[in-house]
């Protein structure tokens, strides 16, 4: 054979096994690119960041479920924990889009602590990220729910409470209609008619007051007050309707102390206090107002001699519209918010009510202030003794 054939054979010999290896060595790069895909835990760029910035949860997890990334608020809600996802909630979202491979969006229930009521209400929402991983986003509703179920009690129970004096108001105005020849029932009509209408003039004080103190991000017209000089205008406040039981108000010794607020609010507070006392005290019985100053904390206190309050009631007396005994409340003009109203007024102004009580002998209930301890305080004091 011709040796320049043989050259050429064995030129066209090597060209088709060199391409050969490199379609070889061309699969084997792709396997083993595949592999590394496989075996790489890492998320798709620009992921990182965006879960490091992210306020609500979010959470990135592999085919096994293990948490390759988690934002902040993953790990604030609980959701992630020693680096994988906390309880079983989630799994089955999870599966269910590696499954079927389109998002889902649902609410779920997280329990984060061993009581059944520590727990969050998340709207969740699950896709897939890549081919591989699959992402997390949660927000957290449950304080959100809480409002609007809040919300929804408080226009319940307005609309329960006007119910009754505004259909008393047009009972008795069709009465009044009818009897316009007999003037004793005119008379006695018009005084219920008037006892109505000041029952419904003071549930909407009472609803437009509470509202305020909830709104009020601040507390208007602060300045020092002599606790003394409070707790005598709101007993002045009631000293007609508890003689008219024949209740005396007993008040303790002067604390000589100061806080700092709005006196017509703290004024408002010890009177709902000491009104709500006066309600539910039998008549010829006593109500005692004492004030002191522990270290730091003035404390005011209104005690009664009536029935008490049940332990199960105890917790939920300075709730809107709660009341202990629903007939005698509305017997005695009660709007069910004058606790509340305490309640508010006094976390404004940086303190707390708590309320003590034993079945057949009475009620006790606390405020506590802080007291003024600034240098102007001090130094007005010690002008007045050198006077």
């Known amino acids: 054979m011709d040796p320049t054939w043989l050259v050429l054979l064995a030129l066209a ?41 992210l306020e609500s949860a979010g959470i990135v997890v592999d085919p096994s479920n293990n948490v390759v990334k988690a934002s902040p608020g993953a790990y ?36 984060r602590g061993r009581r059944a009521d520590d727990g969050v209400q998340l709207h969740l929402r699950v896709a897939r990220l890549g081919a591989r991983h699959i992402l997390i986003l949660a927000d957290d509703h449950t304080e959100q729910l809480r409002l609007d179920a809040v919300r929804r009690d408080f226009i319940a129970n307005i609309s329960h409470e006007l119910k009754t004096p505004i259909g008393a108001v047009s009972l008795l105005a069709e009465a009044l209609r009818s009897a316009a020849d ?42 020092p007050l002599s606790i003394d000089d409070v707790i005598a205008a709101a007993v002045d406040q009631n000293r007609v309707a508890a003689a008219a039981g024949g209740i005396q108000l007993v008040v303790g010794d002067p604390a000589e102390a100061q806080v700092v607020g709005n006196e017509a609010l703290l004024v408002t507070a010890v009177h709902n206090l000491i009104s709500n006392a006066i309600q539910y005290s039998p008549d010829r019985s006593r109500i005692g107002i004492g004030v002191r100053s522990v270290r730091g904390t003035v404390e005011v206190t209104v005690t009664d001699q009536g029935e008490g309050i ?48 034993k079945p057949g002998r009475g009620s006790t209930f606390t405020i506590r202030l802080p007291e003024i301890t600034a240098p102007s305080a001090a130094g007005g004091a010690s002008e007045e003794e050198s006077a």
């Open 310 to 357: 049940p332990a199960a009631d105890l917790d939920r007396v300075f709730e809107r519209f709660y009341r202990v005994d629903q007939a005698r409340s509305r017997a005695t003009g009660g709007t069910g918010l004058g606790l509340a109203i305490v309640k508010h007024a006094v976390q404004n102004h940086g303190g707390d009510v708590t309320a003590w009580s």
């Open 76 to 111: 604030a809600l609980g959701l992630v924990r020693d680096g994988a996802l906390a309880g079983d909630e989630l799994s089955g979202s999870i599966d269910r889009v590696r499954r079927d491979g389109e998002p889902i969006t649902s609410d779920i229930e997280i329990v």
């Open 182 to 223: 007999d003037p004793d029932a005119v008379a006695a009509f018009a005084t219920q008619l008037t006892g109505e209408s000041a029952r419904l003039a003071r549930i909407t004080h009472d609803i437009i007051e509470l509202s305020r103190l909830q709104a009020a991000d601040t507390v208007p017209n602060l300045q």
């Open 13 to 53: 010999l090597g060209l088709v096994v060199g391409a050969g290896l490199v379609a070889l060595l061309s699969v084997a790069a792709q396997h083993g690119e595949r592999a590394r895909e496989a075996i790489d835990p890492a998320v798709p760029d620009g992921v990182d960041q965006v879960l490091d910035a």
